[in-house]
C-alpha cells in the first residue's frame, strides 16, 4: 500500500516538475553541470547500468546505494536550509521598503529647503542687480542717441553738399561723398516715419536723379547718336561721370554703356549695310579685321575713362558679335542660293577663329548682363579626344588621326563658342548634303581602285592585312565630325550620323560583300541534304591561294570596321547634345560587318569541307567487306589531311591579328566536318572485323591531325583552345565509339544492346539501325535485335517528353579515352 502512495507521489512530483525547454536551457546555463542526474533526459536504466556494466560489478551494488543515499540525506538539508531561509524575506522586504520610503520623504524635505534658499538668494541679487542694470540701459540708449545725432549731422551736411557738388558738376567729390550719404541714409531706414528724415531722403533721390541725368545727357553730348565726331580723347569729367554712375541706380550704368556702344558701333552697321559687297561671306574677314581696330582705337583713346570692372573692351566685342550674328542671318536668308560648301566652311572656319580669339582675350564676364541678350550656350562637356584640334587650324587640311589615338587633356570650354557661328547652322543643310555627295564618290572609287588593283595577293605584306579603302573611310569620317562638332551639336550632326550609317552600309555591301568570292556550294549554310549529297570527279572546285587571302583580308577588315564603327558611335554621343544622344544608334551597321565575318568564316569552311568530300566519298565506296589485313592509313585520310595542310597554314598567317576568328573558323570546320564524317562512316557498309579496325585505325588519324589543326605546319608550337580540343574529342570519340561497337559480337544480343546504350548513349533506333547494316545482319536479325534494343532502352525520367532519344551524362575525354582502352582489350581477348 505504501509502494502505491510512494509511486503515485512520484508520478505527481514528477508532473509537477515537469518544465519547459526553455526553462530547462537557461537553468543549465545558470547551473552547469556534468552530472547524469541533473539532465531532463535521465534514463534511470541506462544510468544503472552505467553503474553496473556487468555482472561482477554487482559486488559493490551496497557501496553505490550508500552514496546515492547520502548524496539525497544532502540535497535534503540543502533543500531545507533554502526553505528556512524564505521564511524571514517577505517581512524583511516589508521593513526594508518602509525604510525607504522614510528616506525618500526626507530627501524630498530637503530639496524644498534648498529650492526657498535659492529663490531668497536670487531674489537678493535681483535687488542688488537692479541699479546697475537701469544704469547700463540708460548708457546705451545715450551711445545710441550720440551715434544717431552724428549721423543726422553727418547726412544734413552730406546732402547740402551734395547738392551743391550737383550744381557745379564736381563728379570726383560727389563719387566719395555719394557714397557715404547713401550708406549713413541707411541708418535711418527705422525712421522714415519723421517728417525730416523723410525729407532728407527724399532730398538724396531727388539728387541721385539728377546726377544721372546730368550724367546721360554729358555723355549724350560727348557720344552723340549722329551728327558731330567724337571728341579726340577722354575726358576727365565723364571719367568721374563713370565712377558716380557706379553709384547710383544699375540702370544709369546700363544706359551709360548702351549709348557709348551704340555710338561705337555706328559706323559698322553702315559699312556692312546688307546691300554692300563687304557684308558677304567671301569678305567676312573684313568684318573682323574692321572690330580688332576699332578695339585697339577703343583702348588707346578710352581705355582709362570707364572704371575697370565695366569691362567696355569685352561689351564693345560682345555687342559686336550679336549685331553680326543677326546682320549675317539675314544676308544669308536674303542669298540662300549662292551660299556653296566652301565658302560655308570658309566662313564658318574664319568665325570659329575669331571666337577663339575672343575666349583668349576676355573671360566672358559680360555675357550674362548684356541688356535684352542671353549667354550664349557653351558647348557640352565632353571628353572627345578631337577637341586637341586648335582653332586656328584649317577644317579642311586636318591631320588624319586614327579614332583610336589615346585622349588628350580636355580643353577648357570656350564662352564664346556660336555666340556669331550660331547663324549658319539653318545653312548646315549644304554641307550635309555635299558630305553626302563626297562619300557616294569615295565609295566609287573605292569600288573602282579595288578592281583596277585588284584583291591583296598570297605573300606580300597586303595579304590578309586590312584594306587600305576601310582606314581612308573612317579617317574621312573622323574629318567630317570634327567639322559637324565645330559647326553644330544639333540636328546637323544627326544628319550627318544618318550619312554616316548609309555609306557604312554600302561599303559593306559593295567592298567587302560584293568582293567575296562566290562558293560552289550553297551560301545559306550546309544542311542535311548538302551533307547526304556525293560529289562525283576527283576534285571539288577549291578557292585558289589568292582568293584565301582575299577572304582573309576581308574577314579582317570587316572585324576593323567594326570595331571602330563602335568607337564612332562612343565620339558621335559625346559630340551631340545631350538630349540627341539616344538617336545615335550604329548597332544595325555593327551586325552588318558582324554578317560579313560571319559569311567569310563560312566561305572558308565551306571550301575546306567541300575539298575534302570526295575524299569522304571514296571512304564510303570502299569494299571494307573485302579487307584482309590493317596496314597505313587509307588514301583517302592521306587527301583529307593534304587540304587540311594546304589551306589551315595560309589561313592561321592571314588571320593572324583576328586569332579569335581563326579559333572561330577550326570550331566551325570540326562542327561540320565530324558529322558528315559521321555520316560517311554509316555507308561504309557492310564492313568486316579487319575493315572496322582499319577504318578505327583512319579515325584515330584524323582525329590526331584535328587536334593538331590550330598549330598545323607552324614552327611554334600553340596549345589548341580548349573549347576546340573538346568538340574534336566528343565527335572522334563518338566516331570510335560507333566502330568500336561494330567490331563487337553481336553474340549474345544482349550483351551486345547493353554495350551499344552504355558507350553510345544513343536511344534513337536509327543509329542502331544503322550499326547492325554496317555489320551487315539480315533483317529478320535485325528485327529482333531492334526490339530487344527498344526493351533494354533505360526508362526516361517522369517529366521528360517520351522522344527516342535518352538523357546520359557526357563522359569526359578521360573516361571516354578509358573506355576505348577497355573495349579494346576485350576485343584482342575475343580475337
Known amino acids: 500500500m505504501m509502494e502505491d502512495e510512494e509511486f503515485e507521489f512520484a508520478e505527481d512530483l514528477e508532473a509537477i516538475l515537469h518544465l519547459t525547454p526553455e526553462v530547462q536551457l537557461a537553468i543549465e546555463q545558470v547551473f552547469p553541470s556534468q552530472d547524469p542526474l541533473d539532465r531532463a533526459d535521465f534514463n534511470a536504466v541506462e544510468y544503472i547500468n552505467t553503474l553496473f556494466p556487468t555482472e561482477q ?31 524571514n524575506v517577505g517581512q524583511d522586504g516589508r521593513q526594508a521598503l518602509e525604510e525607504a520610503q522614510i528616506a525618500i520623504q526626507q530627501l524630498f524635505g530637503k530639496i524644498k529647503d534648498i529650492k526657498d534658499k535659492a529663490e531668497k538668494s536670487e531674489q537678493m541679487v535681483k535687488e ?12 546705451r540708449h545715450l551711445t545710441t542717441s550720440i551715434t544717431t545725432l552724428n549721423h543726422l549731422h553727418m547726412l544734413a551736411g552730406g546732402v547740402d553738399s551734395l547738392e551743391a557738388m550737383t550744381r557745379k558738376r564736381q563728379y570726383g567729390e560727389v563719387a566719395n561723398l555719394l557714397q557715404g550719404v547713401v550708406n549713413v541714409l541707411e541708418h535711418f531706414h527705422k525712421y522714415m516715419g519723421i517728417p525730416q528724415i523723410r525729407q532728407l531722403s527724399e532730398r538724396v533721390k531727388a539728387a541721385q536723379s539728377e ?87 577703343y583702348e588707346e583713346k578710352y581705355g582709362r575713362m570707364f572704371p575697370e570692372e565695366w569691362c567696355m573692351t569685352e561689351r564693345i566685342a560682345v555687342e559686336f558679335c550679336h ?49 535684352g541678350q542671353k549667354k550664349a550656350e557653351s558647348p557640352l562637356d565632353s571628353t572627345n579626344p578631337f577637341l586637341e584640334d586648335e582653332p586656328g587650324e584649317d577644317l579642311g587640311t586636318e591631320k588624319d588621326e586614327d579614332l583610336t589615338k589615346p585622349r588628350k587633356p580636355k580643353a577648357p570650354d570656350n564662352p564664346f563658342h556660336g555666340i556669331i557661328s550660331k547663324c549658319f547652322e539653318p545653312h548646315l543643310y ?100 548538302s551533307l547526304l549529297k556525293e560529289k562525283e570527279g576527283s576534285e571539288a572546285a577549291k578557292f585558289t591561294v589568292d582568293e584565301l587571302c582575299l577572304i582573309c583580308s576581308i574577314l579582317s577588315t570587316a572585324e576593323y570596321c567594326l570595331a571602330t564603327t563602335q568607337q564612332l558611335e562612343e565620339k558621335l554621343k559625346e559630340k551631340v547634345d545631350k538630349v540627341l544622344v539616344e538617336r545615335i544608334n550604329l548597332t544595325g551597321e555593327m551586325d552588318t560587318f558582324s554578317t560579313v565575318i560571319s559569311n567569310s568564316i563560312q566561305l572558308l569552311v565551306q571550301d575546306l569541307d567541300a575539298a575534302c568530300d570526295p575524299a569522304l566519298t571514296a571512304m564510303s565506296k570502299m569494299p571494307w567487306q573485302s579487307v584482309e589485313h590493317v596496314g597505313d592509313q587509307s588514301p583517302y585520310v592521306t587527301s583529307i589531311i593534304m587540304h587540311i595542310k594546304q589551306n589551315v597554314p595560309i589561313l592561321r598567317d592571314n588571320l593572324a591579328s583576328t586569332r579569335k576568328y581563326f579559333t572561330q573558323f577550326c570550331i566551325k570546320f570540326t562542327n561540320s566536318f565530324i558529322p558528315k564524317f559521321i555520316n560517311y562512316i554509316f555507308r561504309c557498309k557492310p564492313i568486316s572485323m579487319v575493315g572496322a579496325e582499319q577504318l578505327l585505325l583512319d579515325t584515330h588519324s584524323l582525329k590526331t591531325v584535328l587536334l593538331d589543326m590550330p598549330s598545323i605546319g607552324s614552327q611554334v608550337l600553340r596549345k589548341a583552345p580548349a573549347s576546340y580540343t573538346k568538340i574534336v574529342v566528343k565527335g572522334m570519340t563518338r566516331a570510335e565509339m560507333i566502330l568500336k561497337v561494330v567490331m563487337a559480337p553481336h553474340e549474345p544480343p544482349v550483351v551486345f544492346v547493353d554495350n551499344y546504350i552504355k558507350l553510345l548513349a544513343d536511344g534513337n533506333p536509327e543509329t542502331f539501325q544503322k550499326i547492325l547494316d554496317m555489320k551487315g545482319l539480315k533483317r529478320s536479325e535485325q528485327s529482333s535485335m531492334l526490339e530487344l534494343f527498344r526493351q533494354r532502352l533505360p526508362t526516361p525520367p517522369s517529366g521528360s517528353d517520351g522522344g527516342p532519344s535518352l538523357s546520359f551524362s557526357t563522359p569526359t575525354p578521360e573516361q571516354e579515352s578509358s573506355r576505348i582502352r577497355k573495349l579494346e582489350k576485350l576485343i584482342k581477348k575475343r580475337l
Open 430 to 529: 549644304v554641307y550635309i548634303e555635299s558630305q553626302d555627295k563626297n562619300l557616294g564618290e569615295l565609295i566609287d572609287r573605292f569600288v573602282a581602285d579595288f578592281r583596277t588593283q585588284g584583291p591583296p595577293k598570297s605573300g606580300t605584306e597586303e595579304g590578309g592585312a586590312v584594306l587600305p579603302s576601310c582606314a581612308d573611310l573612317f579617317v574621312y569620317y573622323k574629318k567630317c565630325m570634327v567639322q559637324c562638332s565645330q559647326l553644330s551639336t544639333g540636328e546637323p550632326m544627326i544628319a550627318l550620323t544618318t550619312i554616316f550609317q548609309k555609306f557604312l552600309r554600302e561599303y559593306a555591301w559593295k567592298i567587302l560583300s560584293g568582293n567575296l568570292p562566290k562558293s560552289s556550294s550553297n551560301t545559306g549554310g550546309l544542311t542535311i541534304s
Open 128 to 139: 542688488i542687480t537692479r541699479d546697475i542694470k537701469q544704469l547700463d540701459h540708460a548708457k
Open 211 to 297: 546726377l544721372g541725368t546730368q550724367i546721360l545727357a554729358d555723355f549724350e553730348e560727348a557720344f552723340p547718336s549722329q551728327g558731330s565726331k567724337r571728341p579726340g580723347g577722354p575726358s576727365n569729367v565723364l571719367q568721374d561721370a563713370c565712377l558716380v554712375a557706379n553709384v547710383l541706380d544699375p540702370r544709369i550704368k546700363q544706359e551709360v554703356i548702351k549709348k557709348f556702344i551704340r555710338q561705337h558701333l555706328s559706323e559698322y552697321l553702315v559699312l556692312f549695310q546688307e546691300n554692300q559687297d563687304v557684308a558677304w561671306l567671301d569678305k567676312i574677314d573684313r568684318r573682323y579685321a574692321w572690330i580688332k581696330r576699332q578695339l585697339l582705337d
Open 323 to 371: 549685331i553680326t550674328r543677326v546682320e549675317l542671318a539675314k544676308v544669308m536668308r536674303t542669298r540662300a542660293k549662292e551660299i556653296e560648301v566652301k565658302l560655308l566652311l570658309f566662313a564658318i572656319q574664319r568665325t570659329t577663329n575669331f571666337e577663339g580669339l575672343l575666349s583668349k582675350r576676355f573671360t566672358g564676364c559680360t555675357l550674362t548682363d548684356v541688356p
Open 57 to 87: 560489478s554487482l559486488a559493490n551494488i551496497d557501496d553505490v546505494v550508500n552514496k546515492i543515499r547520502l548524496k539525497i540525506r544532502r540535497l535534503d538539508d540543502n533543500i531545507r536550509t533554502v526553505v528556512r531561509g524564505q521564511t
